[in-house]
């Protein structure tokens, strides 16, 4: 009596534990595609950083370009001026 009634307690907890693994599983594969899909977009937010931090180099020597011809303009003019 004892062995039926452990038998039907487990069983019970095996359906219970389907019923609730069921509707997980039926989500796994449009899971997969948003993690796919955000394994995507985390490599191109990466070649983004990337590309801004070659754009932020390119500026600062830009940058240090433009001061280099504005001092040199300043002593042109100081020598036309004066």
Known sequence: MVKWIVLAVVLFALVVFVLALRPVLARLPRL????????????EAEAL??????????????????????????????????
């Open 32 to 43: 997969r595609r948003a993690a796919v899909a955000l394994q995507r977009r985390a490599g």
């Open 49 to 82: 950083r990337e590309t801004a931090e070659t754009l932020q180099a390119r500026a600062e020597a830009l940058q240090e370009q433009l001061d280099t011809t504005q001092r040199r303009m300043a002593v042109i003019k100081a020598k036309r001026g004066g």
